[in-house]
């Protein structure tokens, strides 16, 4: 482990808004920003509490969006639900294999490898783990950079419900299962966003 200064052991920390390096303020008090006013944090304030808090729910909501109607279609031969598994079966046995793969890929596999990923992240700093601090940093990296590709299920509809309202033969609209989905996204963001990765490394710190 390198013994390079950090901020942290120098009693200093950032503004997170514009940047501008103060020095930490006595441990339980508030402090602001001299320059842009903005409240200062050593840390992401109960990081791991609000990643967990939104983490569950995203979890929660992840069975209602894969169970409940995505979209409801409605046209001359009837009315039909889709989920999203079912629309996927569909655009496959419709031979549009490589679309059926990338909503596949970008709706299911992404907000699940997402939830997995970020409780292993938050697991391990809950349980002071020293293991792998390098590996887990880049996982924290992938996941903030995938969580921008898992709202292309919503574009799909969005392109679909377009398509099919020029037509005029059908009518579509986003069933529960749209919003549900939509909140699992959304969810998964914030508890990426209130994640601090830089907890994985004080446990190095402390515990070296
Ligand atoms: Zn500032």
């Given at each position: 482990m390198s013994k390079a200064p950090t901020a942290a052991r120098s009693g200093l920390l950032a503004c997170e808004v514009c940047r501008l390096v103060s020095h930490a303020p006595p441990p339980g008090s508030d402090a602001y920003c001299p320059r842009c006013g903005a409240m200062l944090h050593?840390?992401?304030?109960?990081s791991l509490a609000r990643t967990w808090a939104f983490l569950i729910a995203a979890i929660i909501l992840y069975v209602p969006a894969n169970t409940l109607p995505i979209m409801d279609t409605s046209s001359l031969f009837g009315t039909q639900s889709d989920t999203i598994l079912s629309g996927v079966a569909f655009l496959w046995t419709s031979g549009s294999f490589v679309l059926a793969s990338l909503v596949f890929f970008a709706s299911v596999m992404v907000p699940l490898v997402k939830m997995i990923a970020l409780a292993v992240l938050a697991g391990s700093v809950q349980m002071r783990s020293v293991a792998h601090p390098r590996t887990r940093t880049r996982l924290y990296r992938i996941i903030e950079f995938a969580g921008r590709w898992s709202m292309l299920d919503i574009y799909v509809v969005t392109i679909l419900v377009a398509l099919v309202q020029v037509s005029t033969f059908a009518s579509i609209h986003a069933g529960p299962g749209a919003a549900a989905f939509g909140a699992v996204v959304v969810l998964t963001m914030f508890a990426a966003a209130s994640f601090d990765p830089r907890l994985i490394w004080d446990i190095q710190e402390k515990e070296s």
């Open positions: 050593m840390r992401k304030p109960a």
